[in-house]
């Protein structure tokens, strides 16, 4: 029986203890997402940090929201939390998150909704699917609507 590229990675990936994965995600990446819903798009740059050790995790960066290809909004973003590996799910507990708005928008009123609603999603987010994670690439997946995020290593853990 000969395996297809993505069966054999996907053993291997299952052939990894989570300990390793724990250790693996150790390190500094820069993740940046690209959701689009009808007119509106959201764009998400973090740098997130991973120490297995501890079980923390922080991340820092920008959200932008765009209607209609014009930019509505633009959020600073921190969050600090713990996370841990179980299997291939990559869970995280945002223990503290701050969402701060960073533009003069039209409505301040809907953008301050905008902050709540992110700063809930933040908190609230689900376990990803971890897909990959070597020296170079952390890759998962959300379950819930198939969206892939792929992060490249800024620097590794200590």
Not at 112 to 134: H, N, S, T, Y
């Amino acid at each position: 029986m000969k395996l297809t590229v993505k069966q054999a990675a996907a053993a291997m990936l299952l052939a990894v203890s989570p300990l390793t994965m724990a250790a693996d995600i150790d390190g500094t990446w820069h993740c940046e997402d690209d959701f689009k819903a009808g007119t509106t798009r959201i764009n998400s740059v973090l740098t997130q940090q991973y120490d297995s050790a501890s079980s923390k995790t922080n991340a820092q960066g920008q959200v932008q929201i765009y209607n209609q290809g014009q930019l509505s909004y633009q959020f600073d973003v921190s969050i600090r939390g713990t996370f841990a590996i179980n299997g291939r799910m990559l869970s995280e507990h945002a223990e503290q998150v701050n969402v701060q708005l960073s533009n003069q928008p039209q409505d301040m009123q809907q953008a301050q909704v905008m902050r709540d609603e992110l700063e809930k999603a933040f908190k609230a987010a689900p376990p990803v699917e971890l897909l990959q994670i070597d020296d170079q690439q952390l890759q998962y997946k959300e379950p819930q609507t198939g969206e892939t995020t792929s992060c490249q290593r800024v620097s590794a853990g200590t």
